[in-house]
């Protein structure tokens, strides 16, 4: 869909997208001398999903949030973060992170001139966020603890020292995360009726609440979508109502036990008439499998929590609904091929190759 005042046949540099903040001025605590640091995160694409819209009977798109600059969503509040904390003078900043956070944070550092930290829980982390947070140059530890702990020491850190804390627990993050709503009323015209999102530390949840309401308000769009959260069912303190001591699911961007933004996401879910909700590790790999197989789209495990929310809940006949695919499948590469077998080597001949291919 060409953007208005896109020339056809070639990319014009007047419509080149800036990034969220640029765009989404007007809506951001940003000012006039607020350093921009960006890597023109956001403008993701919002696709049409047609068999998955056959399977339950409504018009659903998938908001693809891992084609942002690192991979993931954490990109449209890595952003805000790391410019507000340019602005405040900040020289370093730590994250605690199962894993996407601190690759924003270290390629949004890197790019800022400021020094990174990142804290993550030991052997819950997937081998491409591990990997992206090595090579743009932050400082990385494996504590022994989960996020939860994890994110407990940043915390206590952050009193002592002098460096900014980029989880969630940020505000900033959470204003640049509500950027995703605008897009995706400005593309559809209007607010969709449902709204389906993974939920961990439920900052995400909460932003694209606040983003939806927020657009409303300035009578960008005429309603606002149900919000549709889903956790994963070994880690679902929300739905089950108390802290979850030892949180565990294959969807490791997920596996929250105690969410920073517990509040916010049932004042999202309560507000809009919506809910959280959890689904098994089983129904979110049979969605992961679903999306690369029927729609193109390979994204993360916890990603898929919401479209196998939508597959196990269901959606009303013809409603207009969004997915939020959180994180590009890229960056759990051993989660793939765990799903799949990986073929032995043939010869090189004709009939090995034939013989191997089932033809
Ligand atoms: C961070 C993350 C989530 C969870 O978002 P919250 O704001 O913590 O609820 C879901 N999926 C992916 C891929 C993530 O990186």
Redesign the pocket.
């Given at each position: 869909m060409a953007r208005d005042g896109m020339a056809p046949g070639r990319l014009d540099a007047a419509t080149h997208w800036p990034g969220i903040i640029e765009v989404y001025r007007d809506f951001l605590p940003v000012g006039p001398s607020t350093p921009v640091v960006s890597l023109c995160e956001g403008a993701t694409p919002l696709i049409e999903a047609p068999r998955l819209s056959e399977r339950v009977g409504a018009e659903v798109y998938l908001k693809v949030?891992?084609a942002n600059p690192t991979g993931?969503?954490?990109d449209r509040g890595m952003t805000m973060a790391i410019s507000k904390a340019c602005e405040r003078g900040a020289k370093a900043v730590i994250c605690a992170s199962?894993?996407?956070?601190s690759a924003s944070a270290a390629a949004y550092a890197a790019r800022a001139g400021l020094s990174c930290a990142v804290l993550i829980p030991e052997g819950y982390i997937a081998l491409g966020k591990l990997a992206q947070a090595l090579i743009y140059g932050a400082k990385v530890l494996q504590v022994r603890a989960n996020f939860d702990g994890a994110l407990a020491i940043v915390r206590e850190l952050a009193e002592k020292a002098p460096v900014t804390v980029v989880n969630?627990i940020n505000p900033d993050r959470l204003e640049g995360?509500k950027s995703s709503s605008f897009e995706i009323v400005d593309v559809l015209g209007d607010a969709p009726d449902y709204c389906f999102?993974?939920?961990?530390?439920?900052?995400?949840?909460?932003?694209y609440w606040r983003g939806f309401q927020e657009y409303e308000k300035a009578g960008r769009s005429t309603k606002l979508p149900a919000m549709m959260?889903f956790q994963a069912a070994g880690a679902a303190p929300i739905v089950v109502g108390h802290p979850v001591k030892s949180p565990d699911t294959v969807?490791t961007?997920?596996r929250?036990g105690n969410?920073?933004?517990w509040k916010g996401?049932l004042d999202a879910a309560e507000g809009s008439g919506g809910s959280v909700r959890s689904v098994t590790d089983a129904q979110i790999l049979d969605a992961y499998r679903f999306l690369a197989a029927q729609e193109s789209v390979f994204?993360?495990p916890?990603?898929a929590?919401s479209v196998a929310g939508l597959l196990a809940y269901g959606a009303p006949a013809g409603s207009r609904v969004v997915c939020i695919?959180?994180?590009?499948g890229l960056?759990d590469p051993d989660g793939a091929i765990s799903q799949v077998s990986v073929p032995d080597a043939v010869d090189a001949t004709l009939d090995d190759v034939l013989a191997g291919l089932d033809w």
């Open positions: 949030e891992g993931s969503f954490k199962t894993g996407n956070t969630s995360q999102i993974p939920v961990g530390n439920a900052g995400n949840i909460t932003a959260g969807a961007a997920i929250i969410p920073a933004s996401a994204c993360e916890a990603s929590a695919l959180t994180g590009n960056k």
